[in-house]
């Protein structure tokens, strides 16, 4: 009897310990798919932590490189329309890298005129001032034909305006074409031209010292040829040219030198200069703006000698 209440005793404590089991097991299961349910998924979070970060920084660029400038909006996007009766000179394209020594080569465009670009006309004032024996800024020396004037410093674009033919109109009908010869500096004003006495007197009295003109870029049937000077001091270790008499202004100077045409920086005051006489001596070849080529050999290099080619541009 005593063994029969003891084995109930064992099987009621049996299952007892099987039902506690149970009921943990169940506790247990709820809990973790409770965390589960709660905890974020891993991999979505990994997908959207860089996107995150790239979002929150901020955009860097490359460093410029050693000689190159940032890329700036065009004017056309950054400027308002030009007032009515100004010259508006397009966009000019970038010129093509210098071919071989050639003959002549007629071009088809002026894509490498400046601010004085062809068949455009101009608005400004002139003004008058005693030239002299007609030497200037362009270091042409002494001029025979005081039908000169002075480029504003603006257009004179770092004597880019040395040379040049321009024909300068009043309101009362009368006309002179004037060579650029030198530069007028502030406060002369953009579009401004200073002519020589003998220039102005074509217009009005010299008395008028004051004058409103409109003026723009001439090709004029000119007799004579295009001459090269070497600047006083030049060597086969340094040397500056100069072009004289050319019917077109000048758009770039190249010399030759052993790994082929060099083309060499224009000063303000009119000089082409190869710091290290690199070509010194040598073939020289002249590109007007509209693109013409001239190849001139034999020139030699002896300073201060104006030395004849015996070629000139063609006329537009």
């Known amino acids: 009897m005593q063994e029969t209440r003891q084995a109930a005793r064992q099987r009621r404590r049996r299952r007892r310990l099987m039902v506690g089991a149970t009921t943990g097991l169940v506790v247990t299961g709820l809990l973790v798919c409770l965390v589960m349910t709660m905890q974020p998924d891993r ?109 504003n410093t603006t257009d004179y674009e770092t004597s880019k305006a040395c040379g ?66 070497y600047k006083n001091g030049s060597s086969p270790y340094w040397c500056g040219i100069q072009a004289i008499g050319h019917r077109n202004p000048l758009a770039r100077l190249e010399v030759r030198t052993s790994g082929g045409w060099r083309q060499l920086a224009r000063t303000d005051y009119n000089y082409f200069l190869s710091p290290n006489g690199s070509g010194c001596g040598g073939a020289i070849r002249l590109t007007d703006i509209y693109g013409e080529r001239l190849t001139i050999n034999g020139i030699a290099l002896r300073p201060e000698a104006v030395q004849s080619t015996r070629v000139q541009f063609a006329r537009h």
């Open 43 to 151: 991999k979505e979070q990994a997908g959207r932590a860089p996107a995150t970060a790239v979002a929150n920084s901020q955009e860097t660029h490359p460093p410029t490189s050693p000689g190159t400038k940032p890329s700036t909006p065009s004017p056309s996007a950054v400027s308002g329309s030009p007032s009515a009766g100004t010259a508006t000179p397009k966009a000019s394209a970038t010129s093509a890298a210098p071919s071989s020594a050639s003959p002549r080569k007629a071009p088809a465009t002026s894509s490498q005129a400046g601010r004085i670009r062809p068949k455009d006309t101009y608005q400004g004032v002139a003004t008058v001032y005693e030239a002299g024996v007609g030497d200037g800024a362009c270091s042409y020396g002494p001029s025979g034909d005081m039908m000169i004037a002075a480029m």
């Open 164 to 229: 040049a033919y321009v024909l300068v109109r009043a309101a009362n009908g009368a006309s002179v074409t004037v060579r650029i010869t030198n530069e007028c500096p502030l406060p002369c004003a953009p579009g401004q031209l200073d002519l020589s006495e003998q220039a102005f007197a074509k217009l009005a009295p010299t008395s008028t010292g004051r004058l409103a003109i409109t003026w723009s870029l001439l090709s004029p049937d000119t007799a004579g040829t295009i001459s090269i000077r």
